[in-house]
Each structure stands twice: as structure tokens, then as C-alpha cells.
């Protein structure tokens, strides 16, 4: 079992910058893909971000590319994502996951795919 723990959200205004982090417990989540995915109110849970199980593979969802940047270090089982320029439509709770499914499947983008999840952090942005 892996248990995971978000910090970092908060209230900012459009344009700031938050950085996101996930700390893992349990099981080493090093040979895991792990992930961002968000939530806002009366939305299904969606994809943002998800890297390798090495943290040398970003995948980003198009809305976020080039404003958000994943990252994984396994010597310390966290995850990150730093976000910048925010917008107002950045507004959810933000969770974190890891994929413990066989390395062959590569980066998934979807929710069911990912085995263990934190409770998430909220962020909201206001314009």
C-alpha cells in the first residue's frame, strides 16, 4: 500500500504561481507512474499531469502545457507540481496518484488506471 499526501494549494490571483507536492508512505512508489489529476465543482475529475516512472517523462493535458511542470524524486518519494500563470479556470482540488500497473503501459491519462490516490488540496484562483 502507498499512502499519499497533498500540500501546497491555496487562493491566488490569475497569473500567480503554486507549487503542489505529494509525499508517498508506505510501499516505494519508485517504480510507479505517478500523476496530477483535478477537480472542480460539478466537473468530472480530469487529467493534468502524470511522469515516468524514472520522473524523465512529462505527459501534460493541452490547457496546462508550458504553465505547469511535473517532476518525481524517488529518493525522496514526492512528487511536484509547480504551477505557473494561473488561471481562474485552474480552480479544483487537486489530487495526486501512482499507477501501480506493469511499466509496459506506459503514462495513462485516466483515472481508473491509477491505484492509490491522496484526498487532494484545494486551489482556487481568483481573476
Known amino acids: 500500500q502507498v499512502q499519499l499526501v497533498e500540500s501546497g494549494g491555496g487562493l491566488v490571483q490569475a497569473g500567480d504561481s503554486l507549487r503542489l507536492s505529494c509525499a508517498a508512505s508506505?510501499?516505494?512508489?519508485?517504480?510507479?507512474?505517478v500523476g496530477w489529476f483535478r477537480q472542480a465543482p460539478g466537473k468530472e475529475r480530469e487529467f493534468v499531469a502524470a511522469i515516468s516512472w524514472n520522473g524523465k517523462v512529462p505527459y501534460y493535458r493541452d490547457s496546462v502545457k508550458g504553465r505547469f511542470h511535473i517532476s518525481k524524486e524517488n529518493a525522496k518519494n514526492t512528487i511536484a507540481l509547480q504551477m505557473d500563470s494561473l488561471k481562474p479556470e485552474d480552480t479544483a482540488v487537486y489530487y495526486c496518484?501512482?499507477?501501480?500497473?506493469?511499466?509496459?503501459?506506459?503514462?495513462?491519462?485516466?483515472?481508473?488506471?491509477?491505484?492509490?490516490w491522496g484526498l487532494g488540496t484545494q486551489v482556487t484562483v481568483s481573476s
Open positions: 508506505g510501499r516505494s512508489f519508485s517504480w510507479y507512474v
Open positions: 496518484a501512482a499507477d501501480a500497473r506493469p511499466l509496459w503501459n506506459g503514462i495513462s491519462t485516466v483515472a481508473s488506471d491509477y491505484d492509490y
